[in-house]
C-alpha cells in the first residue's frame, strides 16, 4: 500500500489541491455561500486526477529514475511494484478523477484537469530529458489548477480566472 501512495506523490498533489481551494473560492459569486458538497467534489476529483498524473509519470520515467540518486528509491526503480501496475493505478486514479469532475462539479473543470495530464505527460515530461526550456513549458500545467478550482465554483473562465493564470 505504501508503495502506491508514493506514487502519488502525496505533497505535491497537496499543494496542487490547496491552489485548486483557492482558485475555488475566488470564483465564487461574492453574495453565495459556499456549496460544500461542490468544493469536496473539486478536491476529490482533482486530487484523483494529480495523483493519477504523479503515478503515469512515474511509469514514464522509471527507466531514467533508476539513474538519478533523488529518484532511484522510488517504488519502480526499486522493483517495490510492477510497471504494469504502476500503469493500470495511474490510469485508474485519472480515468476517476476526470469523471468525478465532469459528473460531480462540471464538464469545464474535467476538460482542465485533463488538459493537465496531458500537457504534464505528454509535453512537459518529455522535454525536460531534452532541454532546460521543459521548466517553462512545465509551468503551464502548474498554473491549471487555479483555474480548475475557479471553473468548479462559477463554471466559468473569464477575465479574472485568467488573472489567476498569469
Known amino acids: 500500500m ?10 505535491i498533489t497537496w499543494l496542487i489541491l490547496m491552489s485548486t481551494g483557492v482558485g475555488y473560492f475566488f470564483g465564487l459569486d461574492r453574495t453565495a455561500s459556499i456549496n460544500w458538497v461542490l468544493l469536496i ?11 493519477g498524473t504523479a503515478a ?29 501496475r504502476a500503469l493500470w493505478f495511474g490510469i485508474a486514479l485519472a480515468v476517476a ?17 485533463i ?5 504534464y505527460l505528454f509535453v512537459y515530461t518529455p522535454m525536460k530529458s531534452r532541454t532546460h526550456l521543459s521548466t517553462v513549458v512545465g509551468a503551464l500545467p502548474g498554473a491549471v489548477p487555479p483555474l480548475m478550482g475557479y471553473a468548479a465554483s462559477s463554471g466559468i473562465l473569464n477575465r479574472e480566472a485568467w488573472a489567476l493564470f498569469f
Open 2 to 11: 505504501r508503495e502506491y501512495i508514493e506514487l502519488t506523490k502525496p505533497r
Open 41 to 51: 467534489h473539486t478536491i476529490v476529483g482533482t486530487g484523483l486526477i494529480a495523483s
Open 56 to 84: 503515469l509519470n512515474q511509469w514514464w520515467e522509471r527507466e531514467s529514475d533508476k539513474l538519478m540518486r533523488r529518484t532511484a528509491g522510488r517504488p519502480l526503480p526499486m522493483g517495490l511494484m510492477t510497471a504494469r
Open 97 to 113: 478523477g476526470a469523471a468525478e469532475l465532469w459528473i460531480g462539479v462540471n464538464p469545464l473543470a474535467s476538460v482542465l484537469g
Open 115 to 119: 488538459f493537465t495530464l496531458a500537457a
